[in-house]
């Protein structure tokens, strides 16, 4: 973020709207966001500066129509002007836009039963399902592996969802688990992950099925990650209900932020969307930026149909009960 949007952040955590509109005027890019993964309207709405929040909302265009270029077709959605309660309808209409995103299509377009009957392929560099759809690619390693040293921070008992390529669970096998739990749905990346040897580490148990179905076969554990594919945003959030149960005291859950990973702004709706979610069941959400720009040239994308990821900065969620971290 350049000097004038810091300013303009600043403008907005003070609720100083003549400010905030003059920095616009003179070209202050509202939709940027900061080292802090906020954007000036996120820093209003934090501190409930309503009149910032409804002069920010304005200049993003959020009232009227929108049309959801994440979507094939793209959806178009009639939303009602923003007024009297600005922090009550950004969260509505986050709720809308990421709500008809779900409902409208699952990750990538592709449905879970689809996905989980249909041959996958792989490669060294990606694992990718029969319409060249990317489930997993290498680019992604440096993230999978700060998501596994922010899961294993306290060591014990690690669970992992989502099996993939295995970049995350070579990264946890780095840090010694005490015990080490994959669940893995898709038949034929189960039998791989036999047949590279995950099923003979010691301290490694593979739970085969939807994590869904295998619920009452899950402990409770230090660290947490969550990676599915083909999977509604209304199934994160069904998992993130499990996670009193799941998640010991002082553990801690990360999950893979890749929700419309090709638009900037919706993607912070997104991460702002599913903080408040996870702060209304106790946990804090952390979003550590990491840059990405450097791992994602064209070629990486070559022979795949769709780009899943093309923001420069990737936000890593870490997540803690609120009540151990006061
Ligand atoms: C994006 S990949 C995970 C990549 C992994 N984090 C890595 O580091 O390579 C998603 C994986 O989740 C699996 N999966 C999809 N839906 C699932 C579900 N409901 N339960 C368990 N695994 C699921 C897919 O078969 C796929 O192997």
């Known amino acids: 973020m350049d000097r004038e949007g810091e300013q303009l952040c600043e403008a907005a955590r003070n609720g100083d709207v003549a400010k905030a509109k003059s920095l616009i005027e003179s070209g202050a890019d509202v939709s940027s966001f900061n080292r802090d993964g906020l954007t000036p309207l996120m820093h209003a709405a934090k501190l409930g500066h309503t009149d910032a929040v409804k002069a920010l909302s304005l200049r993003l265009a959020l009232p009227g129509t929108l049309f959801l ?4 077709p793209p959806v178009s959605l009639q939303l009602t002007p923003v007024t009297g309660k600005p922090l009550k309808s950004f969260s509505v209409l986050a709720e809308l836009i990421l709500g008809t995103v779900a409902r409208k299509t699952k990750r990538n377009g592709v449905s879970e039963g689809d996905y989980l009957e249909d041959r996958v392929n792989f490669s060294e560099d990606k694992l990718m399902d029969s319409d060249s759809k990317a489930v997993m690619m290498a680019w ?3 993230l999978m592996e700060a998501h596994a040293k922010a899961v294993c921070t306290g060591s014990g008992n690690i669970l992992n969802v989502g099996f993939g390529m295995g970049l995350v669970d070579t990264a946890i096998q780095q840090y010694g688990p005490v015990t080490h739990t994959i669940v893995e749905s898709h038949r034929e990346v189960y039998e791989r992950m036999l047949q590279i040897g995950w099923g003979k580490k010691d301290n490694v148990k593979i739970i085969f099925g939807r994590w869904q179905n295998v619920l009452s076969q899950l402990e409770s554990y230090d660290g947490i990650f ?3 594919y083909g999977e509604y945003y209304e199934d994160l959030r ?6 009193p149960k799941l998640l010991k005291p ?16 919706f993607h912070v709706v997104y991460c702002r969307l599913v903080s408040l979610e996870l702060e209304n069941l106790g946990y804090s959400t952390q979003l550590i930026p990491l840059h990405v720009k450097d791992c994602l040239g064209e070629k990486v994308w070559r022979g795949v149909s769709q780009k899943y990821w093309q923001l420069d900065t990737y936000y890593l969620p870490v997540c803690q009960s609120i009540q151990e971290t006061s």
Not at 69 to 72: A, E, K, M, Y
Not at 238 to 243: A, P, Q, S, T, V
């Open 69 to 72: 270029h994440l979507t094939n």
């Open 140 to 142: 992604e390693k440096p």
């Open 226 to 228: 969550f990676d599915t």
């Open 238 to 243: 069904d998992f993130h209900r499990h996670l």
């Open 250 to 265: 002082g553990g801690i859950y990360s999950f893979f932020n890749g929700l419309c990973g090709g638009n900037t702004f």
